[in-house]
């Protein structure tokens, strides 16, 4: 059975760090493309960071160039969002994607597979 689970979300007050985890079964990380989206409450779900697989170099959003650094772990089967300098507009709820193919697709129709997401929020 095919699954990604996500964990690590949480309150958290503005300038903190959280480490976003997702974890894969049924699935080899290392020969997935891993992205990682959030969506806040009335917006459209929102791109933030993709690695290729073959830990390809990342992309990431302009709005967390800089702050977030997305990562992977061959041997855990999983998958990581490390998350510094926290802003309150970095609140949703945030997902992970895979894919099995090679690219950097900033689109979520572009993914196969998805978490159920994990809630961050983040306090001024």
């Known amino acids: 059975q095919v699954q990604l689970v996500e964990s690590g979300g949480g309150l958290v007050q503005a300038g903190g760090s959280l480490r976003l985890s997702c974890v894969a079964s049924?699935?080899?990380?290392?020969?997935?493309?891993m992205g990682w989206f959030r969506q806040a409450p009335g917006k459209e779900r929102e791109f933030v960071a993709v690695?290729?697989?073959?830990?390809?170099?990342?992309v990431y959003a302009d709005s967390v160039q800089g702050r977030f650094t997305i990562s992977r772990d061959n041997v855990k089967n999983t998958g990581y969002l490390n998350m510094n300098s926290l802003k309150p507009e970095d609140t949703a709820v945030y997902y992970c994607?895979?894919?099995?193919?090679?690219?950097?697709?900033?689109?979520?129709?572009?993914?196969?597979?998805w978490g159920q997401g994990t809630q961050v929020t983040v306090s001024s």
């Open positions: 994607g895979a894919v099995g193919r090679t690219g950097l697709s900033r689109r979520p129709d572009d993914y196969d597979f």
């Open positions: 049924g699935l080899t990380v290392s020969r997935l493309t």
């Open positions: 690695q290729q697989r073959f830990a390809g170099a990342p």
